[in-house]
């Protein structure tokens, strides 16, 4: 099964490009964020937390990104490299720009919401002669986390990777990761979003993330397998459409669909759970699980960290995910 999807005898399982930031998570939930007034400071960013996801579930794994030159950038790196993840090709800032932050707000279980700083980020000044096209030709998987590709030269130094990648058979997945304000218009991120997905092996995306790179198609019904159509003439092999609480639906390029059962969870916090989904996929994928059973580890993983108060920290081993699953095959765990 794995030879289908990823390349072998790569230095590298898997190498993840974009956004390195802080998660400023309240620490008085149930509460709106104007009476919240201490907060705990984790490694954030998608990408970030997919990869070390991917780290504590025992892949060899590298991050390609730029951190400011300010104690959030070192400490960042330093929490990729306790994390066992190489980071020679995370790469200092000297303008001047700062770590972007993310303050969250915990209203209720269902009710969560972000406050963004993302003005002169570090992350988004990566450019394209600071990609190092060894480490992705030496990785099995590189992942192209959507956000990345708002900005320059953020934007050519992701489009540089995915040639890259293609160059070397190296597989690629698109997290979608679409954060409307961080876009100067609907029809820029439609462009630069079905660029990157037209490049990609694996496309990972909510129904609504998706229907952001339909501007220009007619797609009134939202349908899911026309959206997921489009990329099999190109590269793409999966294209996985998440829709919440309805569960995520893979999609083949012979046609096939996958649903998988979802687990109940004490939920905490929204946040977090497609970061966690996206490692606990890519991993079942890479340790020969099916696309149905790789699906259902990966919404174990999410419900662990939905049950926890951090997401980078609270990423599962596989140890945690195959308790998690024995655990609520015996009813141990009910949803809140």
């Not at 090709?89 to 303050?103: E, H, P, R």
């Not at 990345?148 to 698109?174: C, F, N, W």
């Not at 304000?181 to 609504?208: H, Q």
Request: charged share 20%; net charge negative; proline share 3%.
């Amino acid at each position: 099964m794995t030879a289908n999807y990823f390349p072998s005898g790569r230095k590298f399982d898997f190498t993840a490009i974009g956004r390195l930031c802080i998660d400023l998570n309240a620490n008085e939930i149930n509460r709106p964020m104007e009476q919240t007034m201490t907060f705990t400071k984790y490694v954030g960013g998608s990408p970030a937390n997919i990869a070390i996801g991917m780290s504590r579930l025992g892949h060899k794994t590298a991050f390609i990104g730029k951190i400011a030159d300010d104690q959030m950038g070192r400490f960042i790196k330093s929490y990729l490299e306790n994390e066992g993840m190489d980071t020679s090709n995370v790469v200092t800032d000297k303008t001047g720009a700062v770590t972007g932050l993310a303050f969250t707000e915990i209203k209720s279980p269902s009710d969560c919401s972000i406050l963004m700083y993302r003005d002169n980020v570090a992350d988004l000044l990566l450019n394209s002669l600071e990609v190092n096209e060894e480490l992705i030709a030496n990785s099995k998987a590189l992942l192209v986390s959507g956000t990345a590709l708002a900005a320059s030269p953020s934007r050519e130094a992701v489009l540089l990777a995915l040639d890259y990648a293609r160059k070397h058979g190296t597989t690629v997945i698109l997290d979608i990761d679409y954060r409307p304000y961080t876009w100067k218009s609907a029809e820029e991120t439609a462009v630069y979003y079905n660029l990157a997905a037209s490049k990609s092996d694996i496309i990972i995306g909510t129904r609504e993330e998706f229907d952001s790179m339909e501007r220009f198609e007619h797609n009134p019904d939202h349908s899911d397998r026309f959206t997921a159509s489009k990329w099999f003439d190109h590269f793409a092999k999966i294209v996985i459409i998440k829709h919440g609480k309805g569960g995520s639906i893979a999609y083949t390029a012979d046609g096939a669909e996958q649903r998988a059962k979802s687990y109940p969870a004490q939920v905490v916090k929204t946040f977090g759970a497609g970061d966690s989904y996206a490692a606990g996929f890519i991993h079942g994928l890479m340790s020969g699980l099916s696309i149905e059973k790789s699906m259902e580890f990966g919404s174990a993983a999410a419900c662990i960290v939905i049950s926890s108060h951090s997401c980078s920290d609270a990423m599962p081993s596989v140890q945690q995910v195959e308790e998690y699953i024995e655990k609520c095959n015996r009813g141990e765990i009910v949803a809140n």
